[in-house]
């Protein structure tokens, strides 16, 4: 296999520029300062990068610099299943935004929860958004059953602390009621049916739970279905640890 050649490809402040870092002499600035690297190497001003083998990372951040990478933000409707293929012919999440190129969705929603999911063909996001070790928060709006007065603060607090559910503990998590049954829950694990879980857990079932956050992102004009293109800004601010 030949190694890339340095000199060869696109200028990095030109394809920095591109994605949204600023003018060409603001990306320049970020090279000189020592701020970019390339294949895991501090770049010096005038590096040349070949978008579809070069890592470029920005404050040791991945900037997806590939041309045939794409990004979406899906608001997931109700009884839509997250994965890119089902064998009972069931809707999909990936049904709903473009067929080419092809994407995956980034983590799961259940089939009976909405809310917001992004779905992309960049493996390196994907790691980001998915592993454990970056805790990337997801804020969820929880109806569930209580009386009258709504949840009592005792399980709200048990929920903040964590709960202990079959296959462990989970992390605190942060949580208010927002209305007398109706709480906003923030947690950054990503455990099968976890939310729905940690409310059964404390004696409250979820009626209706909604995705509104993921990592800095929020969207409350997209309607179930509904689907955009994530921004340049948007897509570094998800990659950022």
């Not at 299943?81 to 935004?97: A, G, M, W």
């Not at 779905?119 to 958004?129: I, P, S, V, Y």
């Not at 059953?145 to 942060?174: F, I, Q, W």
Request: one cysteine or more; glycine letters at 10%.
């Amino acid at each position: 296999m030949t190694a890339p050649d340095e000199h060869s490809g696109e200028r990095l402040q030109k394809v920095l520029a591109q994605r949204g870092f600023g003018s060409r002499r603001v990306c320049e600035e970020i090279i000189s300062a020592g701020r970019v690297t390339v294949n895991g190497e501090v770049a010096v001003l005038g590096r040349r990068v070949d978008v579809d083998v070069d890592t470029v990372a920005v404050d040791g951040n991945p900037v997806g610099v590939r041309p045939d990478l794409v990004y979406y933000l899906l608001h997931k409707p109700y009884n839509v299943i997250t994965t890119s293929k089902d064998t009972h012919d069931r809707v999909t999440v990936v049904d709903l935004v473009p067929s080419e190129p092809r994407v995956h969705p980034v983590g799961r929603l259940d089939l009976d929860s909405e809310g917001l999911i992004v779905l992309t063909n960049d493996g390196e996001l994907t790691h980001h958004l998915t592993h454990p070790r970056f805790g990337v928060e997801k804020e969820y709006l929880v109806h569930v059953r209580c009386g009258e007065g709504g949840v009592p603060e005792s399980a709200l607090n048990k929920l903040r602390n964590g709960v202990a559910l079959a296959d462990g503990v989970t992390s605190p998590a942060k949580v208010g009621q927002v209305q007398p049954g109706v709480l906003r829950i923030v947690i950054h694990e990503g455990r099968h049916r976890q939310v729905r879980r940690m409310c059964d857990a404390v004696g409250h079932e979820v009626n209706r739970l909604v995705r509104t956050r993921i990592g800095p992102i929020v969207d409350n004009s997209l309607k179930p279905g509904e689907w955009r293109h994530l921004t340049t800004q948007e897509v570094r601010a998800l990659s950022e640890r």
